[in-house]
C-alpha cells in the first residue's frame, strides 16, 4: 500500500493520495532513498498534493538519507509558496543539505521570491556552505542584484570572505563584469582595497578580465589602480598581459604607471612584446610607447622588451620596438643581444612554457633572416 502511495504522489494524483491514507497508508513511509511521501510531492512540484500532505499532518522537518530537508528541496526549486507553508508547519528554516542551508540554495539559484519568504522567517544571512561561502557571495558571483540587496539589508557582512580564495563580494562581481551588483556592494560599504590570497583586489580582478566597464566604476568610486598582487603584477600589467586594450586605455587614464615592474622584473611591455594571449598586443604596445613605457626596462635578468619580442619572433612588436627607441646593442646578464635571440621560442613552440610562435615569421629560414635584418637596421627589411 505504502508503494500504491508513493506511486500517487509522484503523479500528483490527490484524489487516491487521499483514499490511500482513508486505507490506512503511512504519511510517513519511506522510500528507497529515505524520502517521506511529503518529501517527494515538494520534489516533483504537486502543489496538490503535498498541501493535501501538509493537512493531513505529515513532518515538514524530514530529511532523506542524505540529509536532505523538505524545505530545502522548496527553497532550491523555487517553491515560494510551498516554502512559505512549510516554515508555517514547523520545518526548521536551517536545515537544508549538509551546511547548505535553504536560503542558500535560494540565492544559489536565483530564486527571489523565496529569499523573501525566508527572510521574514528569519534565515541566518551569514550561513555558509561547506566550502565556505555565504549566500552574498554566491549572489554577487552570479549577478544577481536583487537578492544581493535584500541579503545586504537584512544584515549580511559586505566584506564577506569565501573561505578557499579570501575573496568578497565585490572582487567576486567585479572578476565577473557585474557592473550593477558592484555599485550596489560599494553603495553598501564594500571595501575597494580588501585582497584575496592572490594579492588581488576588485580593480585588479577587473583588469584580468577586461571588465573595464567595472574598472570606470572602481576608478570613479576612488579605488587605487595601482595595488600589485602577490607577485607584483598591477592592473595595468594584468590587461596589458591578457591583452585588454579598452582596460589598459582606461587604466592610464586613471594614473596607473606605464613601468611598474612584476616580482620577475617585467614590465607591461616586456609581456605585450612576448605576444602571450594578446589579440591586440600592438594596439597595447602603442599605447604604452604612447605614454611613455620605457622600451629598454630590464627584468630581474636584464632582458629589454626587444629581448622578449625577438625570442617570440614578434616582427611587429621588434619593428614598433626599434621605432620607439629600444635599443637593440643592449645585452642582458648572459650576454645576449637581442639578435641572438630570435625565434628561440622554436624549442619550446606548442609546450606549457611557451606558445607557439607569433605568426609564421619563425617558420622559415627567410622569416628568421628578415628578423636578423631588422635587428641589424637593414633599411629594406621593413623598418
Not at 57 to 65: H, K, R, T, Y
Not at 198 to 208: C, F, I, L
Request: hydrophobic letters at 45%; aromatic letters at 4%; glycine letters at 10%.
Amino acid at each position: 500500500m505504502n508503494e500504491r502511495l508513493f506511486q500517487a504522489v509522484a503523479s500528483g494524483d490527490a484524489k487516491r493520495v487521499t483514499a490511500l491514507l482513508d486505507s490506512g497508508a503511512n504519511i510517513e513511509a519511506r522510500d528507497a532513498g529515505g524520502a517521506t511521501p511529503l518529501f517527494v510531492a515538494v520534489r516533483n512540484k504537486k502543489d496538490r498534493v503535498w498541501d493535501l500532505l501538509l493537512e493531513s499532518g505529515a513532518d515538514p522537518s524530514a530529511v532523506d538519507d542524505q540529509g536532505t530537508s523538505i524545505l530545502y528541496l522548496a527553497a532550491f526549486g523555487g517553491q515560494a509558496i510551498a516554502t512559505e507553508r512549510l516554515i508555517l508547519a514547523g520545518a526548521p528554516v536551517e536545515v537544508g543539505r549538509n551546511k547548505t542551508t535553504p536560503l542558500w540554495a535560494a540565492a544559489a539559484k536565483g530564486h527571489v521570491d523565496v529569499i523573501d519568504v525566508l527572510l521574514v522567517a528569519g534565515a541566518d544571512v551569514e550561513a555558509r556552505n561547506e566550502r565556505g561561502a555565504a549566500p552574498v557571495f554566491i549572489a554577487a558571483l552570479q549577478g544577481n542584484r536583487a537578492i544581493v540587496v535584500r541579503l545586504l539589508a537584512a544584515g549580511a557582512d559586505v566584506n564577506s570572505r569565501f573561505k578557499e580564495t579570501t575573496a568578497t563580494p565585490l572582487g567576486v562581481a567585479a572578476q565577473n563584469g557585474h557592473v550593477s551588483v558592484v555599485k550596489a556592494l560599494l553603495r553598501a560599504g564594500a571595501d575597494k582595497s580588501v585582497v584575496d590570497m592572490d594579492g588581488e583586489t576588485a580593480v585588479n580582478s577587473a583588469a584580468r578580465n577586461g571588465r573595464h566597464d567595472v574598472v570606470r566604476v572602481l576608478i570613479d568610486a576612488g579605488a587605487d589602480v595601482s595595488v600589485p598582487d602577490t607577485h607584483g603584477r598591477t592592473p595595468l600589467y594584468t590587461a596589458a598581459w591578457k591583452g585588454h586594450l579598452a582596460t589598459v586605455l582606461l587604466l592610464i587614464e586613471a594614473g596607473a604607471d606605464v613601468d611598474t615592474k612584476s616580482s620577475r622584473g617585467f614590465t607591461a611591455l616586456h609581456v605585450v612584446a612576448m605576444g602571450i594571449n594578446s589579440s591586440d598586443g600592438i594596439g597595447i604596445m602603442e599605447v604604452l610607447l604612447g605614454a611613455r613605457a620605457d622600451p629598454n626596462a630590464r627584468t630581474n635578468t636584464g632582458n629589454t622588451p626587444l629581448h622578449k619580442a625577438a625570442y617570440a619572433g614578434n616582427l611587429a612588436a621588434i619593428q614598433l620596438l626599434l621605432s620607439g627607441g629600444a635599443d637593440p646593442r643592449l645585452v642582458d646578464d648572459a650576454g645576449m643581444k637581442p639578435g641572438n635571440e630570435i625565434c628561440y621560442c622554436v624549442e619550446f613552440a606548442g609546450s606549457e612554457i611557451f606558445p607557439p610562435c607569433v605568426g609564421n615569421t619563425c617558420e622559415s629560414n627567410e622569416g628568421m633572416e628578415r628578423l636578423k635584418d631588422v635587428l641589424k637596421g637593414d633599411s629594406q627589411a621593413g623598418r
